[in-house]
């Protein structure tokens, strides 16, 4: 069972459009966090949400957290080819302090000029 | 100066011998991670160190074996290579708390033949 879900998997997008991605579970966070990865490089931390209905802002893309902490939304505004990439979003195990995190499927974006 | 660095990027071998992935951190994080990223780029918890001492082995087979000679350093050692171990494998570090982000290696591609 996927503790964290990503939607949609998939999103090709012409430069200059807006796009939301999701990243929903049933269970509660105590924080989450999102990342970007390039072909061939490893996930870089974009953000880390930590109080329910946080929302953080970082130049174009701007970060929701649930109000029950169970969800998350990222936000893209003016999409630019160089958003193109993997985007995962992550957190500890529920219930269990110290863990590893756990990643979601990612969603996969492609921004076309 | 790169704060987590794995060694080798690739890797080609063929089934049934025995390889070893290097991983170092200039961060003075006290945890080590090894993740797994499988084709479809899901990333999957393997081994969390902390200070030298395990603290996660998620149900991964013992052909594979981590070691940790200081908390600036976490190995790979995989006995007996099956194909299905072909995959990108990750090295991370953090601090030791839930709440702040990992800092990747670039990864080193797997390949069994």
């Known amino acids: 069972t996927q503790l964290l879900e990503q939607s949609p998997q998939f999103l090709s997008i012409q430069e200059g459009e807006n796009l939301t991605v999701y990243c929903n579970s049933s269970?509660?966070?105590?924080?989450l966090q999102w990342y970007r990865q390039e072909p061939g490089e490893g996930p870089v931390l974009l953000v880390t949400?930590?109080?329910?209905?946080e929302v953080k802002k970082l130049k174009r893309l701007t970060f929701q957290f649930g109000d029950a902490r169970k969800d998350s939304s990222l936000h893209i505004t003016a999409a630019q080819p160089g958003d193109t990439g993997l985007y995962l979003c992550?957190?500890?195990?529920?219930?269990?302090?110290?863990?590893?995190?756990?990643f979601g499927k990612g969603t996969t974006l492609s921004v076309s000029s | 100066d790169t704060a987590v660095s794995q060694t080798p990027k690739y890797l080609v071998t063929q089934m049934g011998n025995d390889k070893s992935i290097k991983c170092e951190q200039n961060?003075?994080?006290?945890?080590m991670y090894w993740y797994k990223q499988d084709s479809k780029k899901f990333l999957k918890i393997m081994f969390s160190?902390?200070?030298?001492?395990?603290?996660i082995n998620e149900t991964v087979p013992n052909r594979f074996s981590p070691k940790s000679p200081d908390k600036a350093h976490l190995n790979l050692h995989i006995n007996s290579l099956e194909l299905g171990d072909s995959a990108v494998y990750f090295c991370?570090?953090?601090?030791?708390?839930?709440?702040?982000?990992?800092?990747f290696g670039s990864g080193t591609r797997l390949t069994v033949v």
């Open positions: 961060l003075g994080h006290d945890t």
């Open positions: 991370a570090s953090s601090p030791w708390t839930d709440r702040y982000g990992y800092t």
């Open positions: 949400v930590v109080t329910g209905g």
């Open positions: 160190y902390n200070n030298k001492e395990l603290i």
């Open positions: 269970s509660v966070f105590s924080s």
């Open positions: 992550a957190g500890p195990r529920p219930n269990q302090a110290g863990t590893a995190l756990i």
